[in-house]
């Protein structure tokens, strides 16, 4: 802010929007159709990602007064991860469709204000060559049918020091998304998002080695056919618990039974996600399942939230029903399309100062001091 009012005095404006509620609309202006469709799409008729923004809208903050705000501090400590907010980016795959640098460019924005990133199985650079570049950083995986490349996943992870394993349930098959089926586009099929499976030995080993032009459309139907697996089932955590020594995070969950069946197979959080709308159309906002999972499992497990959060004063809001932290999906995505690792950083630093002064000006110096009480 003080930044921003510093270089007016030069005559100097900020290059991209600072409400971030209208950066979809900049995006859809400025962005490749195609690209931006992908990212902003949902699945269906958008009921639910209509949903996820209708609930943001129907919770109001009510501030409080003469609280000594002084010493504002929104640092938190999530499964042992310190973090100078609770905020995190949400994995998001195949970044390339939107700028050359892809997920390097939003991992170095990333470590340069300490937010963790937590990569996609999905990107469109090795999970190698994010490490080299990155902060604190979490790996998400998409659970593939061969468990031995599950399990090479879970090792090349392990080795270039991602710390928590988020894993998501809700998407082992992509959803009816009639954007990208109207213009028939899935970044994967062209190569983009596959980097990671492409540059594993396991993946390799199964189609005769190095991924060359000869073996590429292969390669790519081994990808197809292996990327998600409709089979799992609670039973199979246990697979996973022995494998993977850090924290793990279910990602995905949306059922209040499910919440209590993460925390009685012992995982150690939760994300209440829809996946922003993409994936079941007519599902529940995810907002208005948060405080009754967090009621639930609160207690027991990390509660982390996603689905619908554009501003500052949103993540407030998700904070205040009981999140323990926020991940940020499209709108880091929008900023890394308009401007690269410049674009992150100013939607992460819009974010992030918006919530902070959120914070002060609602009467809460700590993140823990946001609570129910301060909703209407
Ligand atoms: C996603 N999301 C996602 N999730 C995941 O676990 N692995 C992935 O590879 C992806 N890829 C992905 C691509 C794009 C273009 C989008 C928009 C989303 C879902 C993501 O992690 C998160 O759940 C939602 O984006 C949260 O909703 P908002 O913040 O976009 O409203």
New binding site residues.
Partial sequence: QHEIYLGGLGDVLPEFPTDLSTLEAVAEERLDPRAFG??AGAAGSGATARA?RAAFDRWRLVPRMLRDVSGIDLSVNVLGTPMPAPVLL?????LSILHPEGEVAVARAAAALGVPMIL???ASRTMEEVAEVAGPRWY?L?WPKDRDLAESFLRRAEASGYETL?V?LD?FKLAWRPRDLDTAYLPFLHGIGVQNYFSDPVFRAAVGGEITEENRLQAILHWVANFGDPTLTWDDLAWLRGRWDGPIVL?GIQHLDDARRAAYAGMDGIVV?N??G?QVDGAVAALDQLPKIVDTVGDRMSVLF????RTGADAAKALALGAEAV?????Y?YGLGLGGEAGVRHVLRCLLAELELTLALCGAGRVGELGRDLLA
């Fill in positions: 992908y990212v996820n949400a994995p998001v795959g195949v996609s199985t999905a998400q998409y988020v998501t998407t990602k996600s996946h922003g993409r996603d689905s619908g959060v991940l940020v999906g499209r709108q995505a």
